[in-house]
């Protein structure tokens, strides 16, 4: 299936249908393993975000356009009964959103690493380090996407040797040659507004945690965390709901697949 130029992936005929998202700088191939643990039993439906995939150029979206993205997805691929998104870094921030958009269209969600984003609890939390760390990173990706979209190809291709560089020394694991700056619009929407950026977003903390079923999966090595102790703490409250911190980094996915994989299928199957 093909949406708004965007190759849509199902695999897998089971009777609930998992749309899964990722983030920086990744692509659908994220979730490799986690499709192959899961096809049996349910339906798998993935794409690589607009903007990130190199061979396939399609234009960066808005947020209100990746959700409307997304609804035109959802309402193509499970038509007559709500998803469950899989999400993961910036795939948190976009699902998020949809979610509190057309709550009738999600009955539960599983998260990975990015949880209450943009809350005071938050930035409260987080250190003078830390948010240096945070910003540091995040403000290198926006610049190289500023600079391959106004230095033309001398700078596209200084932007991604910087945008390959970052994601080294995060030890990101996807392959590096899949790796652009177009990837890091949602820095530059983070900081410099880009693409109206995301003061519209809903406030995850006071939305999501107790508004559907959710697994919340982190990583425990990390120098600073992408969630507060209030969101764990409303997430573990709710029915049905589950916290699970693993020792790994970010990419908890390709950190430990085995252990990932173990916890959405034992979560999926008790609701």
Known sequence: MNIQ???????GKGPETLLMLHGWPD????WNNTVDALKDTHTCVRFTLPAFDAKAPVPPKSLLEMVAFIHE???QVS???????????????FGYEYAATYPDRVSRMVA???GDHNSRALHASL???????VFSYQIWLAVAWQIANNLG?????????????????????SPS???HAGMNVPYAMQWMGTLEGFGLACNALKILPTARPMLYIYGKRKPFMFHSDRWLEKIAAFPGSKVVGLDTGHWVMSNQPEAFNALLKDWLGQH
């Open 5 to 11: 130029g965007v190759d849509i992936h199902i695999e």
């Open 27 to 30: 692509t659908l191939a994220l």
């Open 73 to 75: 997805v959802v309402e």
């Open 79 to 93: 038509p007559q009964q709500p998803v469950t998104l899989v999400l993961h870094d910036w795939g948190c921030v």
């Open 112 to 114: 990975v690493d990015v």
């Open 127 to 133: 250190s003078a380090k830390a948010k240096w760390g």
């Open 153 to 173: 190809a001398l700078g596209r291709s200084v932007a991604n040797r910087m945008t390959r560089y970052m994601a080294k020394t995060l030890r990101c694991p």
């Open 177 to 179: 040659q899949d790796m």
